[in-house]
């Protein structure tokens, strides 16, 4: 499959593909070379960009994914304690939003104008 064919499929632009590569999110496994050393992945290669693009999703970072990759496997134990962790992570930013939300609240409630300029009092 060309690389044109992998990027429609899994609906990407076929310079994060390249990015994906050079990053190693795109295991050698996946891609092979004809013989004018153009690129051809193997059909498995949607599934796996399937599963970057979900972990991309839900807030994983490129760098956690290629680690991940490298890592080539997880036992269940193991993926478990990947994801409570990443749940922990967005609870703790949830809090720490719910907090700037409610600093903001109190902003708009206190009336606060800056029509002298911004920290200026009346």
């Known amino acids: 499959m060309k690389i044109s064919e992998v990027a429609k499929h899994v609906n990407m632009p076929i310079s994060t593909l390249r990015y994906y590569e050079k990053m190693g ?37 490129i760098h956690e994914v290629v680690s991940m990759v490298v890592k080539g496997g997880f036992s269940r134990d193991e993926q478990t304690r990947i994801l409570k962790e990443k749940i922990k992570e967005i609870e703790d930013t949830q809090k720490k939003l719910d907090v700037s939300k409610q600093s903001l609240n109190e902003i708009l409630e206190l009336d606060l104008v800056c029509e002298d300029g911004f920290g200026k009092h009346k």
């Open 25 to 61: 999110i795109i295991p050698d496994e996946y891609i092979l070379r004809d013989r004018n050393n153009y690129r051809n992945y193997s059909a498995e290669i949607i599934h796996h960009l399937t599963v970057v693009k979900s972990c991309l999703a839900v807030g994983f970072s």
